[in-house]
């Protein structure tokens, strides 16, 4: 398997080079050359397997013979051996028709943990074999830190470097970060928002002359490939508890970056029948007003219940505009060279076919709080503010009541209480494992919200 830039600026790559780069030399994102094809009859097939196995089946043709299967074997099941749920990704019932698929059940109670123990792992594979140190530098706006931090700090081979904006994400999200030890653990507090850190990381890939010798970055947002490719399983998953291939069904997916849904866009391009895809936004709605109306623009941002979606470019969003124009990696540069500095639309023809794709609905604070509360009166289910923006938007846009319909629900809600009482609700608890989370020592460095006093930090910090 071989991958491609959006931006076309550079080689075809391998599994591995994507893996230890992220983002393009070009400034562009990885995507397969080509996609696996996968046929009615060997999807149903995969109907009673256990979700290692389900996740070996759909990753495998992305890696090649790049990682031999039984080492591959050996990285998912020890990856999800620690999730406290036996079928890893289960399925619960909201109401006729309605389903929530609980993505929370890792060590860090968000969806980032069934791509992020994976990657560290993978990560731990190539380093040892390629005898080879790196430099992990990501941005959070919220639960990608503490899940790549879980996943990666027990690598003797990394230095980890995850950017936060200072005190806009939840305080059990910070301390997720902030308590985790290691002397090659750094979390960095930047005087901005999630944009700003996603912008500091992108220019340090694009120059990464501050580094030690023979040291390179390593990329742990969902620019990194193989985070997407981890997350396309659990719709596979989903499905195949619903009847797939069979019977067709719908998501609905809280998305800010817009790598979790499209995980889902490309499980429907391999062949799992999925009739509706509907992006959810906060009121940070960028995608929906680009579904929606054809308008692509930046506005100003919006702080919410919901932070994790609280950004204002959603990087991913490029590898479904590079399928959208074709492949035509110069029309794509020009497109996002734009972005920022004037309002972007596509034709007419472009815009329908994107609806062919997707369809989305914005939720707002008061409604995420009345949806959580509504959930919560007739289910007995509690559910954080980025599920209940997910459900929501799934109830406002289901065009076809008989198609199964499953909202992803992406964190655990006690890591948002002040949402929770906010619907009027008492908070939770948090789990067992995280008793003690306010007890512990935090450990983090408040940085100017620019570039040269990151990369001056990461190079100080970083060990040769």
């Given at each position: 398997?071989k991958?491609?830039?959006?931006?076309?600026?550079?080689?075809?790559q391998?599994?591995?080079?994507?893996?230890l780069?992220?983002?393009?030399?070009?400034g562009?994102?990885?995507?397969?050359?080509?996609l696996?094809?996968?046929?009615?009859?060997?999807?149903?097939?995969?109907k009673?397997?256990?979700?290692?196995d389900?996740a070996l089946?759909?990753?495998?043709?992305?890696?090649g013979?790049?990682?031999?299967?039984?080492a591959?074997?050996?990285i998912?099941?020890?990856?999800?051996a620690?999730?406290?749920?036996?079928e890893?990704?289960?399925?619960?019932i909201?109401?006729e028709g309605?389903?929530?698929?609980?993505?929370?059940?890792g060590p860090?109670?968000?969806?980032?943990?069934?791509?992020?123990?994976?990657l560290?792992?993978?990560?731990?594979?190539?380093?040892?074999?390629?005898?080879?140190?790196?430099?992990?530098?990501?941005?959070?706006?919220?639960?990608?830190?503490?899940?790549a931090l879980?996943?990666c700090?027990?690598?003797?081979?990394?230095?980890i470097?995850?950017?936060?904006?200072?005190?806009r994400?939840s305080?059990?999200?910070r301390?997720?970060?902030?308590?985790?030890?290691?002397?090659n653990?750094?979390?960095?507090?930047?005087?901005g928002?999630f944009?700003?850190c996603?912008?500091?990381?992108?220019?340090?890939?694009?120059?990464?002359s501050?580094?030690?010798?023979?040291?390179?970055?390593v990329?742990?947002?969902?620019?990194?490939?193989?985070?997407?490719?981890m997350?396309i399983?659990y719709?596979f998953s989903?499905?195949?508890?619903l009847?797939?291939?069979q019977?067709?069904?719908?998501?609905s997916?809280?998305?800010?970056?817009?790598?979790?849904?499209?995980a889902?866009?490309?499980?429907?391009?391999?062949?799992?029948?999925?009739?509706?895809?509907?992006?959810?936004?906060?009121?940070?709605?960028?995608?929906?007003r680009f579904?929606?109306?054809?308008?692509?623009s930046?506005?100003?941002?919006n702080?919410?219940?919901?932070?994790?979606?609280?950004?204002l470019?959603?990087?991913?969003f490029e590898?479904?505009?590079?399928?959208?124009?074709d492949?035509?990696?110069?029309a794509?540069?020009s497109?996002m060279e734009?972005?920022?500095?004037?309002s972007?639309s596509?034709s007419?023809q472009?815009?329908q076919?994107?609806?062919?794709c997707?369809?989305?609905?914005?939720v707002d604070?008061?409604?995420?709080?009345?949806t959580?509360?509504?959930?919560y009166?007739?289910t007995?289910?509690?559910?954080?503010?980025?599920?209940?923006v997910?459900i929501?938007?799934?109830?406002d846009?289901?065009?076809?009541k008989?198609?199964?319909?499953?909202?992803?629900?992406?964190?655990?809600?006690?890591?948002f209480?002040?949402a929770i009482?906010?619907?009027?609700?008492?908070?939770?608890?948090?789990?067992?494992?995280?008793?003690?989370?306010?007890?512990?020592?935090?450990?983090y460095?408040?940085?100017?919200?620019?570039?040269?006093?990151?990369t001056?930090f990461?190079k100080?910090?970083?060990?040769?």
């Amino acid at each position: 398997m071989k991958y491609k830039s959006t931006r076309g600026g550079c080689s075809d790559q391998s599994f591995e080079q994507v893996l230890l780069t992220g983002l393009a030399p070009d400034g562009g994102l990885y995507v397969p050359a080509e996609l696996p094809q996968l046929s009615e009859q060997e999807i149903a097939s995969w109907k009673d397997l256990n979700y290692s196995d389900l996740a070996l089946k759909i990753i495998a043709p992305f890696i090649g013979d790049e990682i031999p299967e039984d080492a591959l074997r050996e990285i998912i099941e020890s990856s999800y051996a620690e999730f406290d749920h036996p079928e890893v990704a289960p399925l619960s019932i909201l109401a006729e028709g309605e389903y929530m698929l609980e993505l929370y059940h890792g060590p860090t109670l968000a969806f980032k943990d069934f791509a992020l123990q994976v990657l560290g792992r993978l990560l731990d594979y190539v380093l040892v074999k390629n005898d080879q140190r790196v430099v992990i530098l990501g941005a959070t706006s919220g639960d990608t830190g503490s899940a790549a931090l879980e996943g990666c700090r027990h690598s003797e081979r990394v230095d980890i470097f995850i950017l936060h904006p200072h005190q806009r994400v939840s305080e059990v999200q910070r301390r997720q970060m902030t308590t985790v030890s290691g002397d090659n653990v750094f979390n960095l507090a930047v005087e901005g928002n999630f944009d700003d850190c996603q912008r500091i990381v992108k220019a340090a890939f694009a120059d990464q002359s501050f580094l030690p010798e023979q040291s390179q970055l390593v990329a742990v947002n969902s620019i990194n490939w193989a985070r997407i490719m981890m997350q396309i399983v659990y719709y596979f998953s989903a499905a195949l508890k619903l009847g797939a291939p069979q019977q067709a069904v719908s998501f609905s997916v809280p998305t800010g970056n817009f790598g979790d849904i499209y995980a889902g866009y490309l499980a429907k391009r391999m062949g799992l029948p999925i009739k509706q895809l509907v992006v959810a936004t906060n009121s940070n709605d960028i995608l929906y007003r680009f579904i929606s109306g054809n308008e692509y623009s930046v506005t100003e941002l919006n702080h919410t219940y919901s932070p994790s979606m609280d950004i204002l470019v959603s990087s991913n969003f490029e590898r479904y505009l590079f399928d959208l124009f074709d492949g035509d990696a110069e029309a794509l540069t020009s497109f996002m060279e734009k972005l920022g500095s004037e309002s972007l639309s596509v034709s007419e023809q472009k815009w329908q076919q994107l609806k062919t794709c997707f369809v989305s609905a914005r939720v707002d604070d008061e409604t995420t709080c009345e949806t959580i509360a509504q959930v919560y009166a007739d289910t007995g289910k509690l559910v954080d503010p980025h599920t209940a923006v997910g459900i929501r938007a799934a109830r406002d846009c289901n065009a076809d009541k008989a198609t199964p319909m499953i909202t992803l629900s992406t964190a655990h809600p006690a890591k948002f209480s002040e949402a929770i009482k906010a619907a009027g609700l008492a908070a939770p608890d948090l789990p067992p494992h995280l008793q003690d989370l306010f007890e512990k020592e935090e450990h983090y460095t408040v940085v100017p919200n620019r570039l040269d006093a990151v990369t001056a930090f990461v190079k100080s910090h970083s060990h040769n």
